[in-house]
C-alpha cells in the first residue's frame, strides 16, 4: 500500500484493482484500488490495498480528513464497512447518480454519460395506460439493478463523465444538490438495513394468532381464516368455492347472483349479498397471511431485528422501493411489532401533507403556504372558507395533484384554481406538457421520462389520414393518462427530494450525539449506559441513536432512551433545515407528528 498523498483529497474513488500477486495473473481478485482526486479531479495519490485492509484505511482517513468517497454502487461497498464498525459521512454513488443525469433536463450533452451504457439501471420510458395509473403505487420490486463494473479505471471514466456533465449543466447548482442527496440516501438505506428494524418477534405472532388463528402446520392454512371462508361458502350455497381463485371466485359469484366484473375490494362492496362481508374478511385475512405472515416472520426477521432491502430511486419520481422485504407495506395493524429494545425509545415522525406542501413551495403560492401555516393544511382550506369540509379539500388536492376530473374532483378541484392559481398553475402547465409528449423537471432536476413506443404509435395513428374515431379516443386517453403523469411527477418528485434533504441532514445530526458509554455524560450513568446496548443494530449503531425506518414521508429513529428528546429534536430540526435547503425563504412549513415510545403503533 502507497503512503498517502502530502495533499489531502477531496475525493476517493473506490474499485477493484488487478490482482498482480496471483502469480501475475491480471484479474478482479482480493486487490482494492483507492485513487485520491482533488477538486479538481486531478489524481493526487493511489493506494492498492487487501480487502479485510479496506476497512480499517477508510477508518483512518475518515478521522483525517473526512474525504468524499466514491462508490460505484453503495450496497456493494457500505455494508462490509458498517459490518467492520465503519461509518462514513459522505459518498458518491455512481449507479444513483447515473440514472438521474441521463435524463436531467439540466444536462446539456449528456453523451459521455449516455455512451456509458453498462452503467445504465432501472426504468428509462414512462408508462403507458393504465400502468401509468399504477406506478405511484409501485412499493415492492425485485432487484431491477445490472451488474455495474466495480474496477477503478470504470469507476474514474464515469467519475470524469459525470463531472464534465454536472459543470456543464444549465443549473449545476440544483444538480449538484440532487446527487449529493440521492448518494446520502444511498448511505441511509444500507445503514438501515445494517441497524435493523427492532422487532417484537412475540406481538407479532400474537397478532397473527389473533388475526388468523394460531400458527398453522406448513402450507396449510390457519383456522380463522378456515372458518370464515367457510361462512362464505355457505352464504354462497356453493361448499367448493375456491376463494383463492380469482376466475374460480367470479363464477361462485356470478352463480350466486352477484354480478360483478372483478373481486377488488370496490366492487365487491357494491353488493349486499351476504358472502360479500365475510369474503372481504377472507381476502383481508388472506393478504397478512401472504404478505406478513410466519414464512415472511420466519425469512425477514431474526435476532430482534427487520431487515428490508431498500432501492433508493427505485420509482422514476424518486421515491425508494423495496427489493425484499416489503418496508413500504408493512400494514398498520403490524406497527405494535416495531419495539424498541430495553431502555431504548423509537421517535416516529411524519409530515403533514408533504406533498401539497411541496407544491406550495415550488410554485410560489402564498395563498396556499398560507393555508397550511402552522396547522393542519386540509382544515387551513376549510377555514379559509374554500371546502365546506376536511375530506372534501383532502379530496380537492389530491385530484388537483392526481388530476382526477370526475365525481367529488370534478366539483371540487375549480375552487382550488380559483383559490390558488400558482399552484394549479403549475401542475395544469405540468400536465399539458405531458399530453403532448414531452417531459417535466422536479425542483432539484430530475426529469421524468419519455413516453415509450407504444404511446408514440397511439398517437400517430390518431394523425392519419384515415384515422378512426377509436384510434381518435385510443389517443386521447394515452395523452391524458401521461398528461396525469407529468402533473404528479413534478409533485411527488419534488416532495421525495425534500425527503430526501431530510434524511441526509437528520443522518448527520443523529452521527453528532453521544454515544451512551462508560463515562459518556449523555448517559444517566455508567451502569445504565452499558445496560442499554443494542447489540443487535450492530457496532456502528449499537450505542447511539440511528434511523432505522423511511417511508415517503416518515422517519422512525431507534435512540437510547435519555437521548429520546435530543433526537426528536433533531428530526425537528432536519425537516426546519430541508426546507430552508430547498426552497430558501418561501413561506412554508413543514409540521411533524412526533411520538417518543416504546412500540411504533400509529392510532
Known sequence: MTSPDSAPAAWCVIGRAPDRALGGVRGMGSMIAVVDLDDARQRIGRHQLGVDELPEFVRSREAEDRPRWVFSDTPNWYPALLAAGVQIERCYDLRLTHAILMRSELVTDRGGVAAAEEWEAGPVSAPTAPEAEALFEVTERRSHIKTVPHDIESALAEFS?????????????????????????????????????????????????????????????????????????????????????????????????????????????????????????????????????????????SEGRYRPVYVPGGVVTGRWAASGGGALQIPRQLRPALRADPGWRLISADVAQLEPRALAAMSGDAAMA?????????????????????????????????????????????????????????????????????????????????????????????????????????????????????????????????????LADLRLRLGRLPTVDDGNPGAASAGEAMGNVATASGPVFSRRAHLVFFLHDEVIVHAPAQQAEAAAEAIREAAASAGKLLFGNAPVDFPLDLTISERAAKG
Do not use: C
Not at 371 to 397: F, N, P
Open 161 to 301: 463523465r459525470q463531472s464534465t456533465a454536472v459543470q456543464t449543466a444549465s443549473d449545476p447548482g440544483r444538480l449538484r444538490l440532487l446527487l449529493a442527496a440521492e448518494s446520502a440516501g444511498g448511505l441511509v438505506a444500507a445503514e438501515m438495513q445494517a441497524a435493523g428494524v427492532p422487532w417484537d418477534v412475540a406481538e407479532h405472532d400474537r397478532i397473527l394468532a389473533e388475526e388468523l388463528g394460531p400458527r398453522p402446520a406448513r402450507d396449510a392454512k390457519p383456522a380463522k381464516m378456515l372458518a370464515v371462508a367457510e361462512e362464505v361458502r355457505a352464504a354462497l350455497d356453493d361448499p367448493r368455492a375456491n376463494l383463492d381463485s380469482h376466475v374460480k371466485l367470479l363464477h361462485s359469484l356470478h352463480a350466486a347472483g352477484i354480478n360483478v366484473a372483478s373481486t377488488s375490494k370496490w366492487e365487491l362492496e357494491q353488493s349486499e349479498h351476504p358472502a360479500i362481508a365475510p369474503l372481504l374478511q377472507y381476502k383481508k385475512q388472506s393478504r397478512l397471511l401472504t404478505a406478513n405472515g410466519w414464512h415472511w416472520l420466519d425469512e425477514w426477521v
Open 370 to 502: 398560507e393555508a397550511g401555516r402552522g396547522r393542519d393544511l386540509y382544515s387551513g382550506l376549510v377555514a379559509e372558507g374554500i371546502v365546506g369540509t376536511r375530506q372534501e379539500a383532502k379530496i380537492a388536492v389530491l385530484g388537483a395533484m392526481y388530476g382526477s376530473t370526475t365525481g367529488d374532483s370534478g366539483r371540487l378541484v375549480p375552487r382550488l384554481r380559483t383559490s390558488f392559481p400558482a399552484a394549479m398553475g403549475l401542475v395544469d402547465s405540468a400536465a399539458e406538457v405531458g399530453s403532448r409528449g414531452g417531459v417535466v423537471s422536479t425542483w432539484l432536476g430530475r426529469t421524468s421520462p419519455a413516453p415509450g413506443e407504444g404511446w408514440r404509435r397511439l398517437q400517430s395513428a390518431a394523425n392519419q389520414f384515415d384515422a378512426t374515431p377509436q384510434d381518435e379516443n385510443r389517443a386521447r386517453r394515452a395523452a391524458g393518462d401521461q398528461g396525469r403523469f407529468t402533473r404528479n411527477f413534478v409533485v411527488q418528485g419534488t416532495a421525495a427530494e425534500w425527503a430526501l434533504a431530510w
